[in-house]
């Protein structure tokens, strides 16, 4: 059998997930396994899964046969990552590594998540492999309330969408490759630290000090949302379209956000409606003033979360560490809108998301995830 034919009997694609242990890379993991996708799987990651706050339902797409511990933005690292006993290639190869932490510095990105890409894109192409999925973010669109198309006017607000864009235009580059770019609203789901999930500890540690939430900037403000198992849905609807459709003059970019629009006024009411608790936004004044000293706002904030947090965690046993925290990220407090149009991915490829918008019963359910974890005070 040629390379370019699909793996196995069964004619499952064989599949290659870098990043297998971050927030998206775990769902993929567990959407392939539970619906026996694939021929074979192999999960790559820097850290371990005994280290990864790993929920019981991912055992099993975490065996040991499916996983390697290995840093893919290392050229030395790529044969054993690649590499087949069977002499054959991957059919799929999704990126979904890379520095997902928000306020570090370019060169950070630069590494762990620009090379990253790059590395793994060229040993992609180098082998032939029938398509790459690189997993980007839309916050490289120039920020607009009015939902942001594919071909926008670029502009990047966040360092880390910075170098994403970057490897984006790079990778397109790469002679061969077989790329197809996702470019994902804030990902929430069970589980999720990231956004939601500081939001959600911001509002905990409020209702034990009886005191209102309130936003800076405006209500209208986008902060539009996809959730994981769309997401997860989405990677592999965007792998299978490209194979059936293939050639394609240029690499294919798509937005995949839910249709909720959501904004800082929706967040609002849901966290009132789920905590009992006022919330407000501040004026314009004080979001100027912000504006110019965000870096104290941001530190008072931060230093009056934090001890009642810790507080809460003690008076209800938690003596584990968990991903969970209040800890405001100053690039996240920026007044941008992220604001995507995903109809396209839609049109092309059929894809039908489940969770349409974020709902009072979709955040009920991550507070639910983080019970059965251990970690909710």
């Given at each position: 059998?040629?390379?370019?034919?699909?793996?196995?009997?069964?004619?499952?694609?064989?599949?290659?997930?870098?990043?297998?242990?971050?927030?998206?890379?775990?769902?993929?993991?567990?959407?392939?396994?539970?619906?026996?996708?694939?021929?074979?799987?192999?999960?790559?990651?820097?850290?371990?899964?005994?280290?990864?706050?790993l929920a019981p339902e991912f055992k099993d797409a975490f065996s040991r046969d499916?996983?390697?511990?290995?840093?893919?933005?290392?050229?030395?690292?790529?044969?054993?990552?690649?590499?087949?006993?069977?002499?054959?290639?991957?059919?799929?190869?999704?990126?979904?590594?890379?520095?997902?932490?928000?306020?570090?510095?370019?060169?950070?990105?630069?590494?762990?998540?620009?090379?990253?890409?790059?590395?793994?894109?060229?040993?992609?192409?180098?082998?032939?492999?029938?398509?790459?999925?690189?997993?980007?973010?839309?916050?490289?669109?120039?920020?607009?309330?009015?939902?942001?198309?594919?071909?926008?006017?670029?502009?990047?607000?966040?360092?880390?969408?910075?170098?994403?864009?970057?490897?984006?235009?790079?990778?397109?580059?790469?002679?061969?490759?077989?790329?197809?770019?996702?470019?994902?609203?804030?990902?929430?789901?069970?589980?999720?630290?990231?956004?939601?999930?500081?939001?959600?500890?911001?509002?905990?540690?409020?209702?034990?000090?009886?005191?209102?939430?309130?936003?800076?900037?405006?209500?209208?403000?986008?902060?539009?949302?996809?959730?994981?198992?769309?997401?997860?849905?989405?990677?592999?609807?965007?792998?299978?379209?490209?194979?059936?459709?293939?050639?394609?003059?240029?690499?294919?970019?798509?937005?995949?956000?839910?249709?909720?629009?959501?904004?800082?006024?929706?967040?609002?009411?849901?966290?009132?409606?789920?905590?009992?608790?006022?919330?407000?936004?501040?004026?314009?004044?004080?979001?100027?003033?912000?504006?110019?000293?965000?870096?104290?706002?941001?530190?008072?904030?931060?230093?009056?979360?934090?001890?009642?947090?810790?507080?809460?965690?003690?008076?209800?046993?938690?003596?584990?560490?968990?991903?969970?925290?209040?800890?405001?990220?100053?690039?996240?407090?920026?007044?941008?809108?992220?604001?995507?149009?995903?109809?396209?991915?839609?049109?092309?490829?059929?894809?039908?998301?489940?969770?349409?918008?974020?709902?009072?019963?979709?955040?009920?359910?991550?507070?639910?995830?983080?019970?059965?974890?251990?970690?909710?005070?």
């Amino acid at each position: 059998m040629s390379d370019g034919a699909l793996d196995g009997a069964a004619q499952k694609p064989a599949v290659l997930i870098i990043g297998g242990l971050g927030y998206i890379g775990r769902f993929l993991a567990l959407h392939i396994h539970q619906h026996n996708l694939a021929s074979k799987v192999r999960l790559v990651d820097k850290h371990l899964p005994e280290l990864s706050w790993l929920a019981p339902e991912f055992k099993d797409a975490f065996s040991r046969d499916n996983f390697m511990q290995a840093d893919a933005s290392r050229e030395q690292s790529l044969p054993r990552i690649f590499d087949r006993a069977s002499g054959r290639q991957f059919d799929y190869v999704f990126n979904c590594g890379g520095e997902t932490r928000y306020s570090q510095e370019d060169e950070v990105y630069k590494v762990r998540s620009y090379a990253l890409s790059m590395a793994v894109g060229r040993e992609a192409a180098k082998r032939g492999i029938r398509c790459f999925v690189e997993c980007s973010t839309g916050m490289v669109y120039k920020p607009d309330s009015v939902p942001r198309k594919e071909t926008d006017k670029l502009k990047p607000w966040l360092k880390l969408a910075k170098w994403k864009l970057q490897a984006e235009e790079d990778l397109a580059k790469i002679e061969g490759l077989n790329l197809v770019v996702l470019r994902l609203a804030h990902v929430y789901g069970p589980y999720t630290a990231k956004f939601l999930g500081t939001a959600l500890c911001m509002a905990r540690v409020y209702q034990e000090l009886g005191k209102e939430l309130k936003w800076l900037w405006k209500e209208d403000l986008r902060t539009n949302l996809v959730h994981v198992e769309d997401v997860a849905r989405a990677l592999w609807t965007a792998a299978e379209w490209y194979v059936e459709k293939t050639p394609h003059p240029s690499p294919p970019v798509f937005n995949i956000v839910d249709h909720g629009n959501t904004s800082q006024a929706k967040m609002a009411q849901l966290i009132h409606e789920i905590f009992n608790i006022p919330t407000g936004f501040y004026g314009t004044i004080i979001s100027a003033f912000a504006k110019l000293h965000l870096d104290g706002v941001v530190d008072d904030v931060n230093d009056e979360n934090l001890d009642p947090w810790a507080e809460l965690q003690a008076k209800a046993g938690i003596t584990q560490t968990t991903p969970l925290s209040p800890f405001m990220e100053k690039e996240l407090l920026k007044d941008t809108d992220l604001s995507m149009d995903g109809g396209k991915f839609e049109r092309e490829t059929e894809f039908q998301y489940r969770h349409p918008q974020i709902t009072k019963e979709e955040i009920e359910s991550v507070i639910e995830s983080y019970r059965r974890q251990g970690w909710w005070p």
